[in-house]
């Protein structure tokens, strides 16, 4: 076994009760038994789907973590593949909650935290993945110069100059992907046509740190968290309101861990959708398109964002939506989080594919989603057989 030689504390001890509470049910093999509508989309679990072996399914995980608790393990590149495979899309934790409430998600994200810890297994592009958001805030190797390149023509307000009621946390894949800044454009476009009182920060806004938290680099994310959750409570404003999954869940969900925020955080969708039941926005043109959603796992099983989404879309004319086998908290992966995108980018691409697979199998010609980065995911694949679009794209267009 290996000794923890940079730290006294060991992750695991957290969560041992956990993961000797496993009782190798194999629930966290498939959706929700009630819930099977389609033998070809039954499964949940991502990693475990695509390497079969029951290592790379939680019920896997929790006896990797016994194996190591107890010192009858050893870190090997297998057991590098199987720890970093994951894409912590939590749809184990969905089911085995359901099942007997034990957490299997707190033990994957515990085991990297060791691994991490222990220097032993960091898989590739890792410490390239590190090094950007240490040098440049963001993941995507970009100058902060550039962070603000999808606004150049807009003239929005600045939190820190003028008195605004809300703060739009873009993101750095919104802000950085040319072929994304479309849906940071549209953002700040509907709300300032509903009269949202809100501002941005430019090129000054921060990585929220989501990434370095899913690798299980928990000191460089604490460093990078406490620094935008400092500037983010210097801002007088009572809403937080992001595009990413990614972003909204650790705002909302881990940063109470670390001192909290001082405002509340909500998704671009869940403003729409109340911008829509206040009149606000009105909806008038008609959007002639098939269309099924795919929930983000960071917005829907992470912060339980699943009817904001389908009450929109129900809202649009002209639309008609039909439900993916697969869906809220059965939703599967797009494949990208985790920081599996940057570590094994063809497993990452398969799982997408397998979305859009399943996408197309409704008969939809669009796949709507509600998170840049699973956007870039799902429409990154090769000759994907549907459109990949944002859903306040499809907003905009209705509002003419
Ligand atoms: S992780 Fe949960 S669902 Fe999976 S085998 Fe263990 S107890 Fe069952
Ligand atoms: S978080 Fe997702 S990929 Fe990871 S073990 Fe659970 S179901 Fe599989």
New binding site residues.
């Given amino acids: 076994m290996s000794e923890l030689t940079r730290n006294p504390f060991d992750p695991l001890m957290q969560v041992q009760k956990d993961a000797y509470?496993?009782?190798?049910?194999?629930?966290?093999k498939w959706i929700d038994h009630n819930e099977m509508t389609d033998s070809e989309f039954m499964a949940i679990c991502p990693s475990g789907a695509r390497f079969r072996y029951e290592a790379y399914?939680?019920?896997g995980r929790?006896e990797i973590a016994r194996g190591l608790l107890e010192g009858t393990l050893d870190y090997t590149d297998g057991l590098q593949h199987v720890l970093f495979t994951c894409t912590e899309c939590g749809g184990?934790q969905a089911?085995?909650a359901d099942?007997?409430n034990?957490n299997?998600l707190k033990t994957i994200v515990a085991l990297r935290e060791r691994a991490f810890r222990d220097m032993i297994a960091t898989p590739p592009g890792y410490e390239t993945l590190r090094k950007s958001l240490q040098n440049y805030e963001n993941p995507w190797q970009q100058p902060r110069s550039r962070r603000d390149a999808w606004m150049r023509r807009m003239r929005l307000s600045d939190p820190r100059r003028e008195k605004v009621e809300a703060l739009y946390f873009v993101g750095c894949t919104a802000a950085y992907d040319p072929k994304l800044q479309e849906v940071a454009r549209i953002t700040a476009e509907i709300l300032t046509r509903a009269g949202v009182s809100f501002g941005v920060l430019g090129r000054d806004e921060l990585c929220c740190g989501s990434t370095l938290l899913r690798i299980g680099d928990w000191e460089t994310y604490e460093e990078m968290a406490q620094r935008n959750r400092e500037l983010l409570n210097s801002l007088d404003v009572g809403r937080i309101i992001t595009s990413c999954s990614g972003c909204n869940s650790v705002l909302r969900e881990e940063y109470p861990e670390i001192g909290g925020l001082s405002a509340e955080v909500a998704h671009s969708l869940e403003i729409v959708d109340e911008l829509i039941q206040a009149g606000k926005i009105k909806l008038k043109k008609q959007v002639k398109k098939e269309v099924t959603y795919h929930d983000p796992c960071h917005l829907g099983r992470y912060s339980g964002v699943y009817d904001a989404p389908r009450r929109i879309l129900e809202a649009i004319p002209g639309l008609e939506f039909v439900e993916m086998p697969r869906n809220r908290q059965n939703a599967f992966c797009c494949g990208a989080g985790g920081g599996v995108r940057t570590a094994y980018p063809e497993f990452s691409n398969w799982v997408a594919a397998e979305r859009v697979r399943e996408a197309a199998s409704t008969g939809s010609t669009m796949l709507v989603t509600a998170c840049p980065f699973c956007e870039q995911n799902l429409g990154g694949i090769k000759k994907p057989k549907v459109e990949v679009v944002d859903i306040l794209k499809l907003v905009r267009q209705s509002m003419g």
């Fill in positions: 509470r496993c009782g190798k049910c194999m629930l966290c399914y939680a019920s929790q184990c089911v085995c099942a007997g034990k299997p």
